[in-house]
C-alpha cells in the first residue's frame, strides 16, 4: 500500500489554488520535505506548464518514488534525497536555465529543530532562481511570539513532547532568515486548519 497523508488529501485543493497564481509564470518546483508525493500528483495534474521536482530524507524516497510510479506524469521525475543538514545540495546553479524558479515545503518548518531551519533557509537561498523565485513555506505560525489559535498553542506542547527541538515557528524569525538569503516577504495566506502559506521572493 503507498504512503498516505490524510491532511494532504484534505489540503491539497486549497493548497493547489493558493499556489495557482504564484505558479502562473514559473515552471520549475522543488518541493523539500515531499512525505509521499501527494502534492506533486495534484499540482502537476492540474498545472500541466508545471514540473514538480519531490525531495525527502533517503528513507522517504521510496514510497515517495512508488506514488510517482503509479499515479505520477512525464512532469514529476523520479525523487531526489535531500537533507536539509548536509550541504550543498546537488541541484543546477540558481543562475542557470535549469534553475527551480519555486521551492515549496508543507508542514515541516515545526518538525525540524531550528537550526535545520536556518539550514533550510540557506540552502533554499543557494538554489532558489536568481531571477523571479518564489519560495512557498505551507503550515502553522506564530506572530509576535503569539500562537494564532488555543489548538495551535495545544499543538506545540505535543509536539515538544515528541521531540523538545520540535515546536511552531515564529513568522517574524522566518522573515529575517528569508532576508538573509536576499528574499522578500511578499504575502501570507490564511490557510485551513489554522494554518499558512507564506511566500517570499526575489
Not at 498545472?47 to 525531495?55: D, G, N
Request: aromatic share 8%.
Amino acid at each position: 500500500m503507498l504512503p498516505f497523508s490524510a491532511a494532504a488529501d484534505r489540503n491539497k485543493d486549497v493548497v493547489l489554488e493558493t499556489l495557482r497564481p504564484i505558479l502562473a509564470n514559473r515552471t520549475k518546483v522543488l518541493e523539500i520535505g515531499s512525505g509521499n508525493g501527494q502534492h506533486a500528483v495534484h499540482v502537476t495534474n492540474a498545472l500541466p506548464h508545471i514540473t514538480w521536482q519531490c525531495s525527502d530524507l533517503p528513507d522517504n524516497v521510496p514510497g515517495i518514488a512508488e506514488r510517482l510510479k503509479q499515479d505520477g506524469n512525464d512532469r514529476t521525475p523520479a525523487p531526489i534525497a535531500l537533507d536539509v543538514a548536509s550541504p550543498p545540495w546537488p541541484l543546477p546553479a540558481p543562475d542557470g536555465p535549469e534553475a527551480f524558479d519555486a521551492i515549496f515545503t508543507a508542514n515541516t518548518l515545526h518538525i525540524m529543530s531550528f537550526e535545520h531551519v536556518e539550514e533550510f533557509f540557506a540552502r533554499a537561498g543557494e538554489v532558489l532562481c536568481t531571477q523571479d523565485g518564489a519560495l512557498c513555506v505551507y503550515g502553522p505560525l506564530k506572530y509576535g511570539g503569539a500562537f494564532t489559535t488555543e489548538s495551535n498553542a495545544a499543538f506545540d506542547v505535543q509536539l515538544k513532547s515528541w521531540n523538545p527541538v520540535s515546536g511552531i515557528r515564529d513568522f517574524e524569525e522566518l522573515d529575517a532568515l528569508a532576508q538573509n538569503t536576499g528574499l522578500t516577504f511578499a504575502v501570507d495566506h490564511a490557510m485551513p486548519a489554522n494554518n499558512q502559506l507564506v511566500v517570499w521572493e526575489r
